[in-house]
């Protein structure tokens, strides 16, 4: 009897796992970080990870099927998270390129920029090359294509690694830094808001490190991989991509 009563406890559960719906039994977790506005940022009024990327990842999941939570962490974070398996993609400003394409996979293209010159307000000079800076001591964010960029460069005394975009601009702001390098939407949407009076974003600076935004996933997870991209590419159709650019005051790509 007590056999019996186990292989109906048993079939009755395997029922009941029939019918839960797939969504509800995979959450997807997305890094993003709280400091990188308009792609990702912290809203202190909700209390929830805003901007861009999670703008789009959000229209990817209903597009796709895919039960998604945001999870707020550091940008230097998020590859190691995502390899770890603590998260399983990441939506951020974050570049593709080929070191990180050794250790995970991204989805297609979405947005392209370079880094952005922010120096003291009242440092007219019009800086157009990182040469033009040569000897000095500037600060990059850690963990981004720039930092390592300009380390290589062998222009600089010093480059700096900073936490944050924001910790890069305060000490621009108070002049304990020569000059910052950092994406360069991330600076504009920045300094737009008005809590950096003592910083200018230089116009006639051309940037080096030249990139593209994209979705990251796991080496090997090519089912999730085909669900973004396919999203990716309705999205891009059918215009929501621009209206999301849009909303956060970029501009979308020809």
């Given at each position: 009897?007590?056999l019996?009563?186990?292989?109906q406890?048993?079939v009755?559960?395997?029922?009941?796992a029939?019918?839960?719906?797939?969504?509800?039994?995979?959450?997807?977790?997305?890094?993003?970080?709280?400091t990188?506005?308009?792609?990702?940022?912290?809203?202190?009024?909700?209390?929830?990870?805003?901007?861009?990327?999670?703008d789009?990842?959000t229209?990817?999941?209903?597009?796709?099927?895919?039960n998604l939570?945001?999870?707020?962490?550091?940008?230097?974070?998020?590859?190691?998270?995502?390899?770890?398996?603590k998260?399983?993609?990441?939506?951020?400003?974050?570049?593709?390129?080929?070191?990180?394409?050794?250790?995970?996979?991204?989805?297609?293209?979405?947005?392209?920029?370079?880094?952005?010159?922010?120096?003291?307000?009242?440092d007219?000079?019009?800086?157009?090359?990182?040469?033009?800076?040569?000897?000095?001591?500037v600060?990059?964010?850690?963990?981004?294509?720039?930092?390592?960029?300009l380390k290589?460069?062998?222009?600089?005394?010093?480059?700096?690694?900073?936490?944050?975009?924001?910790?890069?601009?305060?000490?621009?702001?108070?002049?304990?830094?020569?000059?910052g390098f950092?994406?360069?939407?991330i600076l504009?949407?920045?300094?737009?808001?008005?809590?950096?009076?003592?910083?200018?974003?230089v116009?006639?600076y051309?940037?080096?490190?030249?990139?593209s935004?994209?979705?990251?996933?796991?080496?090997?997870?090519?089912a999730?991989?085909?669900k973004?991209?396919?999203?990716?590419?309705?999205?891009k159709?059918?215009?929501?991509?621009?209206?999301i650019?849009e909303?956060?005051g970029?501009?979308a790509q020809?």
């Amino acid at each position: 009897m007590a056999l019996k009563r186990f292989v109906q406890a048993a079939v009755a559960a395997l029922a009941m796992a029939a019918v839960v719906p797939a969504s509800a039994q995979q959450v997807l977790k997305v890094g993003s970080t709280p400091t990188g506005i308009p792609f990702t940022f912290l809203d202190t009024k909700t209390n929830t990870i805003q901007g861009i990327m999670v703008d789009l990842v959000t229209e990817i999941g209903k597009d796709a099927g895919l039960n998604l939570q945001i999870e707020p962490m550091a940008f230097s974070a998020l590859i190691p998270s995502l390899t770890s398996s603590k998260i399983d993609i990441i939506a951020a400003a974050m570049f593709i390129t080929a070191p990180r394409k050794e250790v995970i996979d991204f989805s297609d293209p979405i947005y392209t920029y370079g880094e952005g010159l922010v120096v003291p307000k009242g440092d007219a000079k019009a800086y157009a090359t990182q040469e033009d800076l040569k000897g000095e001591t500037v600060g990059a964010q850690v963990g981004t294509a720039f930092v390592d960029a300009l380390k290589k460069s062998g222009l600089f005394a010093d480059v700096k690694a900073y936490d944050t975009i924001p910790d890069i601009l305060r000490d621009v702001n108070t002049s304990r830094l020569k000059a910052g390098f950092a994406d360069y939407p991330i600076l504009a949407y920045n300094l737009k808001q008005g809590g950096f009076p003592e910083v200018r974003l230089v116009d006639s600076y051309k940037p080096v490190t030249v990139g593209s935004v994209g979705i990251g996933v796991r080496k090997g997870e090519s089912a999730l991989l085909g669900k973004i991209n396919a999203s990716l590419a309705k999205l891009k159709a059918n215009g929501t991509i621009d209206k999301i650019l849009e909303k956060w005051g970029q501009k979308a790509q020809g």
